[in-house]
């Protein structure tokens, strides 16, 4: 899925007025575009992009980004890799 948002309106949502984290903000703004693709499936992806998927990538990019240092490995990947997984029947 496109980035439902750009890097300045990330940047601008996070308080960020420097470049030094623009990789890594880009990344984040990445992996909540899909993950909130995976939720909202009734939007087609055409058009401008709904107020409240921007405020759900937006949300999910600052808590990312806020608590980068007391992620625990393994709490939270799981949401994110589960759309990716295939199960054998």
Do not use: C, F
């Not at 009734?42 to 107020?51: A, F, K, R, S």
């Not at 990019?61 to 589960?82: H, I």
């Amino acid at each position: 899925m496109a980035d439902l948002v750009t890097l300045a309106e990330a940047k601008l949502y996070l308080r960020v007025d420097h470049s030094d984290d623009d990789t890594l903000i880009a990344l984040l703004i990445g992996a909540a575009s899909d993950a909130v693709g995976d939720v909202a499936t009734d939007w087609n992806g055409e058009g401008d992009v709904p107020d409240r998927l921007k405020l759900a990538v937006l949300a999910r990019v600052a808590v990312s980004y806020d608590n980068r240092a007391s992620v625990e490995a393994a709490t939270g990947e799981l949401a994110m890799l589960t759309p990716l997984r295939t199960l054998e029947v």
